[in-house]
């Protein structure tokens, strides 16, 4: 398996159908602020098995950083490590937009796998979409 970045709008699509599987369905997200008005600036990337997505994540320029968002893998396909490929392809990506720091919020369910991929927790606990949050940052 190989992280993709989207270069046209049916992989676009595809990111979505993943997001929408994991955030929207599983996670109860309100469906509206799930597509949000970052889309289009965003570098978004996909995996990939047997043709259906199964990850997805995108990266943005903000404020210095380069932004990671909506990074999520199906709940049949963790623990197969591809949380931590899409991890890989955004950074590469942000570095080859020159950006030297990233930033994420991430759930804190999940803030021990960012704290694996050299990131630190620079915020106490928020929510966002009522999940609790916490921003993490790492200087490359």
Known sequence: MKVKVVENDQEL???????????????????????????????????????????????????????????????????FGLGKMIMDELESVGRKMELKQFKLNAQTQAESFYQKQGYKTVSGEFLDANIPHVTMVKNK
């Open 13 to 79: 699509q595809d990111a979505y159908k993943v997001r929408m599987d994991v955030f929207v369905e599983e996670q109860k997200v309100p469906p509206e602020i799930e597509i949000d008005e970052f889309e289009q600036e965003s570098t978004h990337v996909v995996i990939y098995e047997k043709g259906k997505p199964i990850a997805t994540g995108r990266i943005r320029e903000a404020d210095g950083y380069g932004k990671l968002e909506r990074i999520c893998v199906l709940k049949s396909h963790r623990k």
